[in-house]
């Protein structure tokens, strides 16, 4: 069973900088394709960026496309999400998935296609 645990988040100003943390346990989250996604209050939950399992694919929505990064640290069991030139709109709370041996750019925009999921970490972008 792996656990999901989120950290990083917290209050910035608008073109400032996160890194938010998504550290596995339970088993080694080089197994797993892994997203991440937020949900802002009043909307629903959209997919930020995913990464496949093993080989290094990332993918980006258009709105984080050229701001935001996502990484794996193997040695941690970490997934990171480095968020730069944050702007209000990114605000919500930012949630990591995960599943296994998952291979698809297509499927990893969709929040059912993970089997499991952290607690979430707040980002609030404002002056």
């Known amino acids: 069973q792996l656990q999901l645990v989120e950290s990083g988040g917290g209050l910035v100003q608008p073109g400032g900088s996160l890194r938010l943390s998504c550290a596995a346990s339970?088993?080694?989250?080089?197994?797993?394709?892994i997203g991440w996604f937020r949900q802002a209050p009043g909307k629903e939950r959209e997919g930020v960026s995913c990464i496949s399992n093993k080989v290094t694919n990332t993918n980006y929505a258009d709105s984080v496309k050229g701001r935001f990064t996502i990484s794996r640290d193997n040695a941690k069991n970490t997934v990171f999400l480095q968020m730069n030139s944050l702007k209000p709109e990114d605000t919500g709370v930012y949630y990591c998935?995960?599943?296994?041996?998952?291979?698809?750019?297509?499927?990893?925009?969709?929040?059912?296609?993970?089997?499991?999921w952290g607690q979430g970490t707040q980002v609030t972008v404002s002056s």
């Open positions: 998935a995960a599943i296994f041996r998952g291979d698809s750019p297509q499927a990893c925009w969709v929040a059912g296609w993970y089997d499991y």
């Open positions: 339970g088993n080694t989250v080089d197994y797993y394709a």
